[in-house]
């Protein structure tokens, strides 16, 4: 059995964000591609891919707390974990009502991790790569207000919640690209 240490100083700490950073790109497109196919009508496989999602940036977020925990960022990692948490449940359960349900839920999630995703990044600048972080953060917040906004459409569609999911993997993409940089640099 191996266990995950954390890595000692920047340039360690930085090594170990770029690899979770290309996880999570790869997990986005893919779980993207996927959920584009079912963007119309709630099914049983789409809801377990909802679920999933938020599932996902909980173990992303205990391997990040392993990570980073010489960055300080730890405390507010674990906030994210019982928020998305919290969130993986509320889809779970929302998708028994529908898709308005579930973009309601989706979006109060995006709006709180999004903040918890910009309060971590700012004071990683220090790392490198952590402008397109602070970006998709603030992003985060937005487009989890238009989820929430779009729940009350006529005929609304999880196709913007699903598209949400790329550009936050390009964001994990450049990051990820930008923190080689920095740990070689450092």
Known sequence: MSTIT?????????????????????????????MFTMTAKL???GIVLLVLYPLFDVGAAVVDARSSRTTGSSA???VNMAVSLVAAVG????GASGIPAVLRVWGAWAIVSGLVQLIVAV??????????????GGISVLAGASFVASAGADNPMLTSAVGYAVPGGIFF???A??????AREN
């Open 6 to 34: 954390a890595p000692s100083g920047i340039s360690g700490t930085a090594s170990a964000l770029r690899r979770l950073y290309f996880v999570r790109f790869a997990f986005a497109i893919v779980w993207a591609l996927v």
């Open 43 to 45: 099914s049983p496989l």
């Open 177 to 182: 690209l930008r923190l080689g940089r920095a």
């Open 76 to 78: 507010l990692l674990y």
């Open 173 to 175: 993409l450049v990051s």
């Open 91 to 94: 889809v779970g359960i929302a």
């Open 123 to 136: 004071p990683r600048r220090k790392l490198g790569g952590q402008w397109p972080m602070i970006l998709s």
